[in-house]
């Protein structure tokens, strides 16, 4: 079974703090994704990554920034919190041929800024 | 642009009812549509999948069947349990420069009562 894993379900941060929010996944996957989810606007998409070292910025990446250091790794920074940030993050992977494959996701982290 | 509108929840159902929840889309190309759903305190789990136009995916009782016609995914099921009790995400799916880029509509919530 493909696994996505999340550092943390539940983390609490102050204003203007750095926050790390890191991902693995155990499939060899090329693709990965970070979405925020709130209630009433779904899942937006933040930033992806379509091989280490790469990274394209989604529909929402101000205040954000990532990293793709290992295939299996993708990390999402916020450089200074703040308390619009406050969310569930979601993390998926995907192989990189053809839309008709799903995403996988992990279980989310839900963040709050205070 | 790409998007997709589906039916604002809650949905309150009493368990043994049918459920239709809807899905239209607006795309270029030809994408795949996905439903996923979250379990309270879990992530985004895929449900079912259709990759072309007049193609039914199910999966656990539900359904949903691509109609290029309507632009329309709807899901159905012919007898909801408690335990469908989740949000319910319609998606659709585009390969374009070399990755497949998930849109997601903004959730509705199912709740089944005994």
């Known amino acids: 079974d493909v696994k996505v894993t999340q550092s943390s379900r539940y983390l609490v941060k102050r204003t203007g703090e750095k926050v790390f929010l890191e991902c693995v996944q155990d499939?060899?996957?090329?693709?990965m994704f970070w979405y925020r989810q709130d209630p009433g606007l779904g899942l937006r998409l933040i930033y992806f990554?379509?091989?280490?070292?790469?990274?394209e910025k989604g529909d929402i990446p101000e205040g954000y920034s990532v990293s793709r250091e290992k295939k299996e790794r993708f990390s999402l920074i916020l450089e200074s919190a703040s308390t619009n940030q406050t969310s569930m993050y979601l993390c998926?992977?995907?192989?990189?041929?053809?839309?008709?494959?799903?995403?996988?996701f992990g279980p989310g982290t839900r963040l709050t800024v205070t | 642009g790409n998007s997709v509108t589906q039916m604002e929840g809650p949905v309150t159902l009493s368990e043994e009812a049918f459920l239709t929840i809807n899905c239209t889309y607006t795309?270029?190309?030809?994408?795949?549509l996905f439903w996923y759903v979250q379990y309270p305190g879990e992530g985004l789990q895929l449900l079912l999948k259709?990759?072309?136009?007049?193609d039914k995916g199910s999966n656990k009782g539900f359904e949903a069947t691509y109609r290029k016609e309507t632009t329309s995914f709807h899901l159905e099921k012919g007898s909801v349990q408690v335990s469908d009790s989740a949000v319910y995400f319609c998606?659709?799916?585009?390969?374009?420069?070399?990755?497949?880029?998930?849109?997601f509509g903004a959730g509705t919530r199912l709740a089944v009562h005994p």
């Open positions: 998926a992977s995907t192989p990189p041929w053809g839309g008709s494959y799903e995403q996988y």
């Open positions: 499939m060899d996957h090329e693709n």
């Open positions: 990554s379509y091989d280490v070292k790469m990274k």
């Open positions: 795309a270029t190309g030809y994408p795949s």
């Open positions: 259709a990759t072309k136009a007049d």
């Open positions: 998606a659709l799916s585009l390969f374009s420069g070399g990755y497949n880029k998930l849109i």
